[in-house]
């Protein structure tokens, strides 16, 4: 069974940082392409980074410059680390696995808030 769980969100003033981490079990996560989506209230979910197996990493046109994708494959945690953020990227942060070329496993999410 896979399964995701996310970590390290909460309160951060604009300019702030936070690094989100995404432990997986049931999947090796060096062997699939591995994400991070977010979903703000009233908003569609919205793609912010992936890595793919061969450590390859794409980034929404938002975040780029900011956030940066990570794994370890040691611990089996994919990270994300969000420098200068802003107030629009307060959201609910999910971590997410393919399976059969879709997005197929999903974590719970964490809250990221960020005062202005």
């Known amino acids: 069974q896979v399964q995701l769980v996310e970590s390290g969100g909460g309160l951060v003033q604009a300019g702030g940082s936070l690094r989100l981490s995404c432990a997986a079990s049931g999947r090796t996560v060096s062997a699939y392409v591995m994400g991070w989506f977010r979903q703000a209230p009233g908003k569609e979910r919205e793609f912010v980074a992936t890595i793919n197996p061969n450590g390859r990493k794409s980034y929404g046109d938002s975040v780029k410059g900011r956030f940066t994708i990570s794994r370890d494959n040691d611990k089996n945690t994919v990270y994300l680390q969000m420098n200068s953020l802003k107030p629009e990227d307060a959201a609910v942060y999910y971590c997410?696995?393919?399976?059969?070329?879709?997005?197929?496993?999903w974590g719970q999410g964490t809250q990221v808030t960020v005062s202005s």
């Open positions: 997410a696995s393919t399976g059969g070329n879709v997005w197929r496993y």
